[in-house]
């Protein structure tokens, strides 16, 4: 059996760039029905590009440096527990009564985020822990001063 081939991303960098694209893109699926129409229909899947490994790197360094310097209402809380805090903060999200007791928060996972919203995710990060001095570690800094954040 020959293995499966990788999915192919075609990234559209605007108008000018649309038409060229586009027609690649009908070619590749027209190709694919084609040659493959045993294994089933071809999925054609559109989006914007996801953060990148930088980020993700710099969400964890950043979140370790809340986690190990700061206190919620008196408790240490994980850097998974200040992802949850953030996120549910910049996405509004609300917490419901759980089956159970207790409440359950609508999450929004940080894997579904743009670039776009990531960003804003690491400058409100940022933000929450510079008001409560947190000493931020050498790879946030650069992350920060990239973005012109700080001098």
């Known amino acids: 059996m020959a293995a499966a081939k ?3 991303e075609i990234l559209i960098n605007g108008e ?3 038409s ?3 027609t690649m893109a009908w070619e590749l ?3 694919a029905v084609k040659a493959n129409e045993s294994l089933g229909p071809v999925v054609l899947k559109l989006g914007r590009k996801k953060r990148n490994n930088g980020q993700n790197a710099r969400l964890w360094a950043t979140l370790t440096d809340v986690a190990t310097q700061l206190d ?3 408790e240490k809380l994980s850097q998974e527990d200040w992802k949850h805090v953030f ?3 910049l996405k509004k999200q609300k917490a419901v009564p759980g089956i159970d007791g207790g409440f359950v928060v609508l999450a929004t996972h940080t ?3 743009n670039k ?3 960003s804003e995710l690491l400058e409100l990060i940022y933000a929450f822990g510079s008001e409560r001095g947190v000493r931020w570690s050498d790879p946030v800094m650069k992350y920060y001063e990239e973005l012109g954040l700080v001098a």
């Open 6 to 8: 990788a999915d192919i």
């Open 111 to 113: 894997s579904t985020m």
């Open 20 to 22: 060229t694209k586009m």
């Open 16 to 18: 000018e760039d649309k």
């Open 29 to 31: 699926v027209c190709k």
């Open 116 to 118: 776009t919203e990531f």
């Open 87 to 89: 996120t549910a903060s």
């Open 72 to 74: 919620w209402y008196g």
